[in-house]
């Protein structure tokens, strides 16, 4: 094999496997499943049951509803991901350390969702939901000279979730329901120099797939002031299809479209606490863990095995603070800290770090039955050296950091 398809096949790796890593890494998990728990950096969300998105979180929590209840909201995530002090040795450069412009890559990407929870009879509770748990976009400029490390990266999932909760006693409650996936994503890198393919394409991928997953949890109420909830997410490994360009493909065709690209998503297991600890005040708390460890390697259908990884499990520790002003009004705070899934590999693509939430919210009621939720999170990142290479054909260094602002607006009522 000669130096440039050596080199070209190594470039291909590296460009489809960071793509696939924007995509999943835990700093673009999509924590935005309400604004409600938004503005409480989802301190206690698998147990408060404040409104019908808490079927999200722990579908036991409905069995917490007397009553039919409806949600409608879309959160906002901005995030300012910069990539910066970037050094680039490659072809383009003669082999030469070249300094290259900072890069800004984020964007501001909708998250709709909605809630429908449905009390059958005194134990037995119905519940639907639509919202997304993963999604990101990124885009590097199309003259960055590093974009076999660079390019496009953007993906969206939806889920469809069903779900049932079941009341044993006074204390006891437990509920479980199936998720139905739906994952698309596009993503380009490219390097004019050593890929003959129309704009120097090494990876143009247009696909998209489902996956089916299923929850369980469980709700302990102490009192009508204490309770505790805990929750298990089973996320699958979706096989996404479509218009798949590889230029690295072993069987020596690009065009690997016949193929299918396997994504397995992390499982999820979360454990809440809510307590009223008088009539204007009450204090939750969360703790999360993430299965990011679930990414051994991508590879296809076809048997091309891009990449192997080195990733960690993640943990959310999350602490909040209600406060019911009046009738009209309740107020919300919380703070949580949300550790990064990489460890010994970072990327340029990926501007993954430990990061802190700091987040506000309040809810005015309408009336008895219906109420407006807003709440608003800042979410910061840490800097991450970054050292990157393709078996020595080419190398960057740089610092990434990522920060964003989230918002969410949600209408709730109850029947």
């Known amino acids: ?129 639509i919202y997304s748990n993963f999604g ?27 779900a049932a909760s079941y009341r044993f006693n006074e204390q006891w409650s437990v509920g479980g329901g199936l998720d139905i996936i739906y994952g698309s994503g596009e993503l380009k890198r490219s390097n004019a120099l050593v890929s003959p393919a129309p704009g120097g394409a090494l990876v143009d991928v247009d696909a998209d797939g489902v996956g089916f997953g299923w929850n369980i949890g469980t709700v302990y109420e102490l009192n009508e002031n204490h309770r ?24 020596g065709n690009p065009d690997i479209s016949g193929d299918k690209l396997k994504i397995a998503l992390p499982d999820m297991a979360e454990f809440s606490g809510y ?34 990884y080195e990733w960690q499990d993640g943990w959310h520790y999350a602490i909040g603070g209600t406060y019911y002003l009046n009738n ?15 460890d010994k590999r970072t990327s340029i693509s990926v501007p993954d770090s430990d990061r802190n939430w700091f987040s506000g919210g309040f809810t ?16 910061l990142g840490e800097d991450v050296d970054v050292v990157e290479n393709s078996s020595g054909f080419s190398q960057v260094t740089a610092t990434t950091r990522a920060n964003a602002w989230l918002y969410g607006i949600q209408y709730s009522r109850s029947f």
């Open 328 to 342: 009209d009004w309740t107020l919300r705070a919380g703070y949580m800290h949300d550790t990064s899934a990489q």
């Open 228 to 251: 505790f909830g805990l929750s298990y997410r089973y996320s699958p490994e979706l096989e996404v299809d479509g218009d798949m360009f590889y230029a690295g493909a072993k069987s």
């Open 364 to 379: 005015y009621h309408i009336d008895s039955k219906s109420n407006i939720d807003v709440g608003v999170t800042y979410l």
């Open 1 to 129: 094999m000669n130096k440039k398809r050596l080199f070209t096949k190594s470039l291909v790796a590296v460009a489809i496997t960071m793509a696939s890593q924007q995509a999943m890494a835990a700093g673009f998990q999509l924590n935005a499943q309400s604004a409600t728990g938004l503005g409480r950096a989802f301190a206690g969300d698998a147990v408060i049951a404040d409104n019908a998105s808490a079927m999200a979180r722990n579908a036991a929590a409905m069995s917490l509803f007397d009553a039919p209840a409806i949600s409608l909201g879309l959160n906002a995530v901005d995030t300012d991901i910069e990539v910066k002090n970037i050094t680039y040795a490659g072809l383009t450069t003669g082999g030469q350390p070249t300094d290259l412009p900072t890069q800004s890559i984020g964007d501001v990407s909708p998250v709709p969702n909605i809630y429908y929870i449905h009390p059958i009879n005194d134990q037995w509770t119905l519940g639907g939901g």
């Open 275 to 308: 307590h009223r600890l008088n009539q204007q005040f009450a204090v939750h708390y969360s703790v999360q863990w993430i299965g990011w460890s679930a990414f051994e390697d991508l590879k296809t259908t076809g048997g091309d095995v891009l990449n192997t």
């Open 136 to 162: 990101t976009k990124t885009e590097f400029s199309n003259d960055f000279a590093a974009n076999e490390y660079g390019g496009l990266t953007d993906v969206k999932s939806i889920n469809f979730a069903l």
